[in-house]
Antibody
Framework: EVQLVESGGGLVQPGGSLRLSCAAS????????MHWVRQAPGKGLEYVSA????????YYADSVKGRFTISRDNSKNTLYLQVGSLRADDMAVYYC???????????WGQGTLVTVSS | EILLTQSPATLSLSPGERATLSCRAS??????LAWYQQKPGQAPRLLIY???NRATGIPARFSGSGSGTDFTLTISSLEPEDFAVYYC????????FGQGTKVEIK
């Protein structure tokens, strides 16, 4: 069974940073691209970042470019998102998602909440 | 950036009725469009990919159509579990989502 489990969210002050993790199991992690998608409270879904299966290619939404860094450790079956210079509008549930069938998000984690507040 | 505009924002229907949701892209995305369903407190679930292909385990009452800039998700007869928010998403040029359509019980 495919499972994606996020962790690392929490309360952080404006300007602060966190590292989010997504532990994958039930599939060959190293053969799939992975994404982060976020959802602000009561709002819609927003693509954040993507990484190729071997980590060589990374992509970012303009809203997070230069502040967030995506990475992965295929030996640990884990995806990461280093989030920095956090602002109030970064507050959201952050989901990791597998880029599966035809490049769409076929599996999602349960999300981890990042709260930005002083 | 390709913008996706969904309409209507809210659709009020009764169980058994047909739901028709629209997604319009600001430029052509060919058939590179998916639909997701999200229920409160849950992660989204992939329903339709490449505009018209049902994902594994998705009931036949869900169907998708369209190409280029205009897409439709149709739920032929609403079941109680179908009341949720639906998002379209394109992967033709980067990745973007529509703002969502809420299907609520009338």
């Amino acid at each position: 069974e495919v499972q994606l489990v996020e962790s690392g969210g929490g309360l952080v002050q404006p300007g602060g940073s966190l590292r989010l993790s997504c532990a994958a199991s039930g599939f060959t992690f190293s053969t799939y691209a992975m994404h982060w998608v976020r959802q602000a409270p009561g709002k819609g879904l927003e693509y954040v970042s993507a990484i190729g299966n071997n980590g060589d290619s990374t992509y970012y939404a303009d809203s997070v470019k230069g502040r967030f860094t995506i990475s992965r450790d295929n030996s640990k079956n884990t995806l990461y998102l280093q989030v920095g210079s956090l602002r109030a509008d970064d507050m959201a549930v952050y989901y990791c998602a597998r880029s599966g069938i035809r490049g769409y998000y076929d599996y999602w984690g349960q999300g981890t909440l990042v709260t930005v507040s002083s | 950036e390709i913008l996706l505009t969904q309409s209507p924002a809210t659709l009020s229907l009764s169980p058994g009725e047909r739901a028709t949701l629209s997604c319009r892209a600001s430029q052509s995305v060919s058939s590179c469009l998916a639909w997701y369903q999200q229920k409160p407190g849950q992660a989204p679930r992939l329903l339709i990919y490449d505009a018209s292909n049902r994902a594994t385990g998705i009931p036949a009452r869900f169907s998708g159509s369209g190409s280029g800039t205009d897409f439709t998700l149709t739920i032929s007869s609403l079941e109680p579990e179908d009341f949720a928010v639906y998002y379209c998403q394109q992967r033709s040029n980067s990745w973007t989502f529509g703002q969502g359509t809420k299907v609520e019980i009338k």
